[in-house]
């Protein structure tokens, strides 16, 4: 089966830093592009950044350049979000999704894990 | 950036008649190499992970009942849900995977009347 797992999140005070990760089973997770995507409560979708399969391109949303560093290990089916200099406007459910080989879109997408900046 | 823009912000459908979500971008997502477009149609049921229904504008996703059909292109996309049933209650959002960043629409909540 197909599947994104999400971990890592958690409260965090204002300032603070923290790693989510995600690990990918059931595919050949090394061939793909991956992204993170973010859904403040009660608010539409946001896209955060995206990694190419070998790392080689990466983009973030302006809002998150500087602060947050996407990273994967593909040995590891893993990916990666090291986000620091958090504000309120950070809490969020925070989504890793798959981009589709051959059309690009997000086809899968993993349960999602929260987190709440506060003090 | 790519702004999308989707109308209405909900509506509200009986079971079984048909409903209508635009969405529009700021610039067109038509890849001309390919003539296809980079743009997307997502459903979020409260509590879930949004769920790809439909790529390439119109391509519908494995799975996907055909009730579900996507139309448009360059910058103007509409997603029509031609007989609404109870489990499509949900957001709908669209998307641009043209260019980074791959901004999605607003959002469209879908409630039956």
């Known amino acids: 089966e197909v599947q994104l797992v999400e971990s890592g999140g958690g409260l965090v005070k204002p300032g603070g830093s923290l790693r989510l990760s995600c690990a990918a089973s059931?595919?050949?997770?090394?061939?793909?592009?991956m992204n993170w995507v973010r859904q403040a409560p009660g608010k539409g979708l946001e896209w955060v950044s995206s990694?190419?399969?070998?790392?080689?391109?990466?983009y973030y949303a302006d809002s998150m350049k500087g602060r947050f560093t996407i990273s994967r290990d593909n040995a590891k089916n893993s990916l990666y979000l090291q986000m620091s200099s958090l504000g309120a406007e950070d809490t969020a459910v925070y989504y890793c999704?798959?981009?589709?080989?051959?059309?690009?879109?997000?086809?899968?997408w993993g349960q999602g894990t929260m987190v709440t900046v506060s003090s | 950036d790519i702004v999308m823009t989707q109308s209405p912000d909900s509506l509200a459908v009986s079971l079984g008649e048909r409903a209508t979500i635009n969405c529009k971008s700021s610039q067109s997502v038509l890849y001309s190499s390919n003539n296809k477009n980079y743009f997307g149609w997502y459903q979020q049921k409260p509590g879930q992970p949004p769920k790809l229904l439909i790529y390439?504008?119109?391509a519908r996703e494995s799975g996907v009942p055909d009730r579900f059909s996507g139309s448009g292109s360059g910058t103007d996309f509409t997603l029509t849900i031609s007989s609404l049933q109870a489990e499509d209650v949900a957001v709908y959002y669209c998307q641009q995977y043209y260019n980074a960043p791959f901004t999605f629409g607003g959002g469209t909540k879908v409630e039956i009347k």
């Open positions: 390439w504008a119109s």
């Open positions: 990694i190419s399969s070998s790392s080689s391109y990466i």
């Open positions: 999704a798959r981009a589709n080989l051959g059309f690009d879109a997000f086809d899968v």
């Open positions: 059931g595919f050949t997770f090394s061939t793909y592009t």
